[in-house]
């Protein structure tokens, strides 16, 4: 548990630092491909592909909750938080939230009889 609460305020203190240098840039698109051994996405925004490495301390979230990466899959829409180091964008934090279907935005909003 002390490894959790430690990794998880080491990855917050690099995101504040991150901010405070000006460094972190934000990017959204869909996932085209995902290496999970590697921990690399390849990612489709602003007409072109994005390559990215996770480094251990990224922060993942599905639905607003803390994620493994394997709940990550290609054509999942992401915004992702990430610093460029070099020749490498590292991710800091990638978010995504599974689409509700028609039905459930819908739900308790009946449409008039015709």
Request: hydrophobic share 40%; glycine share 4%.
């Amino acid at each position: 548990m002390f490894a959790t609460l430690f990794r998880r305020d080491t990855a917050t203190a690099m995101l504040h630092e991150d901010i405070e240098k000006s460094r972190l840039q934000f990017i959204e698109g869909t996932l085209q491909r995902i290496d999970y051994s590697h921990r690399e996405v390849l990612l489709i925004a602003e007409g072109r592909a994005w390559q990215f490495k996770l480094g251990p301390d990224c922060l993942l979230f599905f639905d607003d909750l803390r994620a493994i990466l394997r709940c990550f899959h290609p054509l999942d829409h992401v915004h992702i938080l990430f610093v460029d180091v070099g020749q490498e964008c590292l991710v800091r934090s990638m978010c995504a939230w599974e689409k509700r279907s028609a039905c459930a935005c819908n739900e308790g909003s009946e449409e008039p009889a015709s």
